[in-house]
């Protein structure tokens, strides 16, 4: 997962400025907000009281309310459905039966045995029942829409009165919505086309999208609203309006509904299980009570009715955003068929957004494709850091919307555009690969609120991808952003308001949601999520690249370092001719092939006369000069298949393939008078005493030097500078 920094202050550079908004507010509400910033900008007195209430509202238990919203009746059943735990206060009202009586009811005396038995069976297999029942219930065979789940150790069901409402529709609204939800050839144009949807099959006043970002400020991205209704489109609101624990219940029950914001709670009996005396979770349901702080925001804004369903990004790995319904004037109460037509409409939708955003997405991935394909085709020419940035730096700060790039690479660096000195880039390098063993990417869309900003230079966002090159030194792409001054919307202002409840410190709505402005300095365009997918992508292809070329010149050493070793193992690092291990092998080979094949070769040794001397009177580098002219002179004499190496001290031999006794003593001849009829540098002139051995069938590499050997000392015996023959 990328780690990404979250700037610590919510306003960087606060700008007041008149409101235009048409929701509810207070004429003095400029002059009011005002003082209000001016009172809080010293905001250290206030810190811990802001610490408590933030504390006390994340845990405000908003899952187990121990009451429920009046537009329906609860009942909650032991596990196996045979006892009554707890009842809503208004089961009178539904069914007929007082809450006291209710309690020491049998489930079946309550529900029926038909509807009983399905909720079992489907519970048997299942957490919750999957869609809803209809049951007629009570005296007057009340029609209701049931739901039922599972809660901990218990089962709770629901009952919600139908209504008459005419539901023929729904069915062809949703087909409807299957073919049309192709059309639309981006994600705002969908959701504009969602918003306008739902409004119009729903009669609710306002209805919007509300998207979060990193740090859970929501934005309004779409909205529809009825004639003469203020909206919220463009408009931010602070994280503190949907706080963690309200966002993890949309995980859980992706649809909530409030039919009468106005409408007191109906409370559980008892209040807890009387079992294990444990409140009753009802993040399952629809009838869950609303949080008094949510219903006094809700009445702040002017809504009498909601109907939120969530919106989840990354298969539904988080949530992403809402779908919000608003009724203004009065309660505004859908069927629950209507409810869940709704859903199913978000339900449809969000496949097609996350396709129409892949492939936005895609774009821009397959541009920095085609770019690292150009970049393999010409991989050869491009062999550090600084000539691949050269290359194609200019194009890639184009296709990442980036001021300033760099490439870092062991010491080395490639720098284009808008970035930091080298120094700041190698301490920034050194501060993100210290993060973790395994550094992966890191962002910042405000390098002045974290630890690099010191290093930042005139960029704001940083985008740092390593390279997965396995070296000691990690490597790093980074891409650089300079300051984009947004002046951002807020519904309100966005400033914590904090409130006493009993001894505690609470956070408390604000009461007006005009329009109030905030300028955003410091700060860079968000990096987008393909943006770092691209980048890692192309991450990948410069570690290869990288990788190549240093793989390509280490075998090119190796090669070199090969060559020579194999040079050594096999020539003489003298005179560069065979060593004698070289040539016991090309013997031992030839012999067995003469042998195989019943062909000629033989072997001449052959030793420099009196080369102790040469040593002696003119030094050994002489004698190194002499067995080095020598070998020129010889090798100009040998035939291609004719094989000359160092036996030994200035002992040298030659391996006459496909050559007869004669042809060989012919050969060692013309061999001695070129040595005899040469000058050497320094010792003038030098002589050579050559014995000749033709290959027999039975001998080996031993017997057949033996005899050239013995030849070659006969030849010295007789005066030297001559050939002899063996027998």
Known sequence: MPWTHTPSRLLSDRVTRPFTSSAPCSPHLYHEASQRVNRNHDLGNHEAELAEALRTCAAEPVHIPGAIQPSGGLISFDVGLTMVRQVSANLETLL?????????????????????????????????????????????????????????????????????????????????WLATVREPATPDQLLEWL?????????????????????????????????????????????????????????????RSIPDAVAAAVPLLPECDPVDATPLDLSPGVLRAVSPIHLEYLANMGVASALSVALHDENEERLGGLLSCHALATPHRLSPGMRDTVQALVQITVPQLRLLRTRSENQLIQKVQVSRELLHQSHERWIDPELIVEQRGEEWLDLFAADGMALIHRTRQGMRGSVPDSQSLESIVTWLSALCEAPTVWYSHSLKETPLAAWRGPSSGLLAVPLPIDTAEPSWLLLFRNEEIETRRWAGLPQKHI????????????????????????????????????ASDLAENLAALIASHEIHLLNARL?????????????????????????????????????????????????????????????????????????????????????????????????????????????????????????????????????????????????????????????????????????
């Open 96 to 176: 007929g039966i007082p809450a006291e009586l209710a309690l020491r009811c049998s489930p079946a005396a309550l529900l029926g045995s038909d509807l009983l038995e399905r909720i079992t069976r489907e519970l048997d297999e299942r957490h919750e029942v999957p869609g809803a029942l209809t049951a007629y219930l009570g005296p007057d065979t009340q029609g209701f829409h049931v739901i039922s789940y599972r809660s901990g150790s218990r089962v709770v069901v629901e009952l919600e009165p139908l209504r008459d409402d005419d539901e023929s529709q729904l069915l062809s609204v949703l087909n409807r």
């Open 195 to 255: 918003v306008e949807e739902v409004r119009n099959l729903t009669g609710f006043d306002r209805v919007l999208i509300y998207r979060f970002d990193e740090r859970w400020n929501g934005s309004v991205t779409a909205e529809s609203c009825g004639d003469g209704i203020g909206g919220f489109l463009g408009h931010y609101f602070p994280a503190s309006d949907i706080p963690p624990q309200v966002r993890a219940l949309y995980d859980r029950n992706c649809l």
């Open 499 to 534: 409130a006493s409840r009993g001894e505690h410190s609470v956070l408390a709505p604000r009461h007006s949601f005009a329009e109030w402005q905030e300028r955003i300095r410091d700060h860079c365009r968000i990096w987008r999520r393909s943006e770092r997918r691209a």
């Open 559 to 727: 090669h070199e370092v090969n060559e020579r070793l194999k040079r050594l193992a096999l020539q003489d690092s003298l005179t560069g001719v065979w060593n004698r291990y070289h040539m016991e092998q090309a013997i031992e080979t030839e012999i067995a092939a003469a042998t195989r094949y019943g062909r000629d070769c033989a072997l001449l040794l052959l030793d420099v006369d009196h080369f102790k001397a040469v040593n002696d009177d003119h030094g050994h580098e002489s004698g190194d000069k002499v067995l080095i002219t020598l070998v020129t002179r010889m090798d100009t004499m040998l035939r291609e298949a004719d094989r000359l190496g160092r036996w030994g001290g200035e002992e040298f031999v030659v391996l006459a393939t496909g050559t007869t006794a004669r042809g060989a003593e012919e050969l060692a001849e013309r061999l001695r008078h070129e040595v005899a009829e040469s000058h050497f540098e320094e010792v003038g002139r030098v002589t050579v005493s050559i014995g000749v051995a033709a290959c027999r069938a039975d001998d080996t590499v031993k017997t057949l030097v033996k005899r050239a050997d013995q030849a070659m000392y006969r030849a010295k015996t007789l005066g030297r500078n001559r050939v002899y023959g063996a027998d």
